[in-house]
């Protein structure tokens, strides 16, 4: 999502929290420092991207 396309989602819902699972572009410094926001990135330690538990997974990692 563009920056802008996140501060009016966040204007027009008035978020008092903002969920970001698998974050793919940075919170802009605007809302993260005026609303709460909780980035869920399930990765295992040495996160291989967006399909890090796939990867996990298939490779048997614990």
Same mark, same amino acid.
């Given at each position: 999502?563009?920056?802008? *396309?996140?501060?009016?989602? *966040? ?14 572009? =940075?919170? /802009?410094?605007?809302? &993260? ?5 909780? %980035?869920?990135?399930? $990765? /295992? /330690? $040495?996160?291989? $991207? /967006? =399909?890090?538990?796939? &990867?996990? %997974?298939?490779? $048997?990692?614990?």
């Amino acid at each position: 999502m563009h920056a802008d *396309v996140i501060r009016e989602s *966040v204007a027009l819902y008035q978020s008092d929290l903002i969920v970001a699972p698998f974050l793919k572009r =940075a919170i /802009p410094d605007d809302v &993260w420092r005026a609303v709460r926001c909780l %980035i869920v990135h399930p $990765g /295992p /330690p $040495g996160d291989r $991207g /967006p =399909a890090a538990l796939d &990867w996990a %997974i298939l490779e $048997g990692v614990a």
